[in-house]
């Protein structure tokens, strides 16, 4: 997820906290009244909009939210929140000091493990008292399980780009230019941070209780189209984290309900491939794509069967037909004729087997240049279809052929 997070931070929101952090480090002149009044504000701004993109992507939108929303009157009240969240951790090693410098050690160390917990907590409840509480950051932290010792590690060395950023070209920059270089990378990284906080509540939004969002175009979703888009969802979460048994078990869930839905039909398919399961592939690809063709959707059933390998034996004759016939417009000639071979001897009364080997002189001639075997197979229709529906069209590609 990595790309994600760092173009997360490009997006037309983030950009512009980003310029108004350069400008206002811009404008600051020096220590007087207005220039603290402006650092004060821009802080509180990027706090207020760090904390809604943890929020907004914990909740399942994956679009950075724009300046407007951060400008909603709650600025104040969270950075006050930060804020005080750096004065009871300050107070409580204040009062270890008594303890000894190992426990102060222990303490910091407890600290620095806490912090993105501490800030994911108070970006999705909003109160400062779950935010200071030790037991609910543990909880959080178990909840999270290993993921949130990657995230831990991730965000460290993140936020601590921006120093190793000004080192290198900080010699390179006009005096002018330093402050606002400063702020524009830190506001950067500090966004992307905040989409790795928001993402992982996100791949365990149901075990932490977080309500996710709902567009307003999904508000005229019916309950069954909103659960078949929440388990695409939670499976392509799943899918990148690499948890192909979760997800797979995520769809079977929901297709034992909606066993017709074709996206959760197709996600189904394509994770079976994803984990090379010959076996389940060999028992349930030609009923997953007989689907398909009954659906109207040949084209996507010839496109995964031939992302199949081995192939999938199927033995319905009307299926290898419709398959052939979509496999020959995408001129997978070869995957098309082993389909329609020998068909006369597999299901002598198969209804349509004039068409399926009209089909298959066409794949002959234009895929191999058969025109010998596709004289052949037209005799043969000839001969055991004379009152063919087919007939004219028999005749002009013998004519074809003859020439």
């Not at 300050?90 to 426990?103: A, N, Q």
């Not at 190793?164 to 900080?170: S, T």
């Amino acid at each position: 997820m990595g790309p994600f997070f760092f173009r997360y931070a490009l997006q037309p929101g983030p950009l512009t906290v980003i310029g108004l952090s350069a400008l206002a480090s811009l404008l600051i002149s020096g220590l007087n009244l207005v220039s603290l009044a402006m650092l004060v504000g821009a802080m509180a701004l990027v706090t207020r909009y760090n904390l809604l993109v943890i929020e907004t992507l914990a909740r399942g939108r994956l679009t950075a939210p724009p300046l407007g929303e951060a400008l909603d009157g709650r600025s104040a009240p969270m950075f006050l929140k930060v804020i005080a969240m750096m004065l009871v951790a300050g107070f409580v090693g204040y009062k270890l000091i008594p303890l000894g410098e190992r426990t102060l050690q222990l303490y910091s160390i407890a600290l620095s493990l806490l912090a993105p917990a501490a800030m994911i907590v108070l970006a999705v409840e909003g109160s400062l008292r779950a935010a200071i509480n030790p037991l609910k950051l543990f909880y959080f932290t178990v909840v999270i399980g290993w993921p949130y010792w990657l995230l831990w590690l991730a965000t460290g060395a993140v936020s601590s780009a921006p120093g190793y950023l000004i080192l290198a070209i900080g010699d390179e920059l006009p005096r002018w230019a330093i402050l606002p270089a400063i702020a524009a990378s830190t506001g950067y990284f500090y966004i992307v941070t905040s989409a790795m906080m928001g993402y992982i509540c996100l791949t365990r939004q149901k075990q932490l209780g977080i309500t996710p969002d709902m567009e307003d175009d999904s508000e005229l979703m019916d309950e069954g189209e909103f659960e078949r888009a929440r388990t695409l969802a939670e499976t392509h979460i799943l899918l990148s984290e690499g948890d192909y048994q979760g997800a797979r078990q995520a769809l079977v869930q929901t297709l034992r309900r909606y066993s017709e839905d074709p996206a959760l039909n197709e996600r189904y398919y394509r994770l079976l491939l994803a984990q090379h399961d010959t076996g389940a592939l060999r028992e349930l690809a030609p009923h997953l794509l007989e689907k398909f063709v009954r659906q109207d959707r040949a084209y996507k059933a010839a496109e995964l069967y031939i992302a199949t390998d081995p192939p999938p034996v199927i033995d319905n004759s009307r299926l290898r037909h419709a398959l052939a016939e979509a496999l020959y417009r995408q001129q997978k000639f070869r995957a098309a004729a082993r389909l329609l071979n020998n068909l006369h001897r597999d299901d002598p009364g198969y209804g349509n087997l004039d068409a399926a080997y009209l089909l298959l002189a066409r794949v002959y001639v234009d895929g191999f240049n058969r025109e010998d075997m596709a004289q052949k197979l037209l005799t043969f229709i000839r001969k055991h279809f004379p009152d063919s529906k087919l007939r004219d069209e028999i005749t002009t590609l013998q004519g074809i052929l003859a020439h």
